[in-house]
C-alpha cells in the first residue's frame, strides 16, 4: 500500500475504426490524502491526453492512435475499513483507432 488496480468496465463501444472503452482505476492507500493525491495524479496524467499507444513489444505495427482520453467520473473517496484503507476512484474514456478501415 498505496497501490492502483484497475478493471474494464461497461464493455467497448465500436463505430467503424474508432473504439471507447471506460476504465476504472482504483487508488488505494492507508491515508486518505495518499489515496487523493494519486486519483489527482491519475487524473493529470490521462485527462485530455492524446497521441499513440503501443501494446506487446514495440514496433510499427504493434501501435494505435490514441484519439482521447477523459476523466469522465471522479468517485471522491470511499473507506475500506475491513482493508484498512482508502479508495479514490477515477474513471477514464479511451477512445482509440483500430488502424483499420
Known amino acids: ?3 492502483i488496480n484497475y478493471y474494464g468496465v461497461g464493455g467497448t463501444t465500436q463505430v ?3 473504439v471507447s472503452s471506460r476504465f476504472s482505476i ?7 490524502g495518499i489515496a487523493r493525491d494519486l486519483a489527482r495524479s491519475i487524473a493529470a496524467l ?3 491526453s492524446q497521441g499513440n499507444g503501443i501494446y506487446g513489444t514495440t ?3 504493434n501501435t494505435f492512435g490514441l484519439a482521447r482520453c477523459s476523466v469522465i467520473a471522479d468517485g471522491g473517496l470511499i473507506p475500506e475499513p475491513t482493508e484498512g484503507a482508502y479508495n479514490a476512484p477515477i474513471d477514464i474514456l479511451v477512445v482509440h483507432s483500430t488502424g483499420e478501415t
Open 16 to 18: 467503424a475504426d474508432i
Open 59 to 61: 514496433g510499427a505495427s
Open 26 to 32: 482504483n487508488c488505494r492507500a492507508a491515508d486518505p
Open 46 to 48: 490521462f485527462g485530455g
Open 1 to 3: 500500500m498505496p497501490c
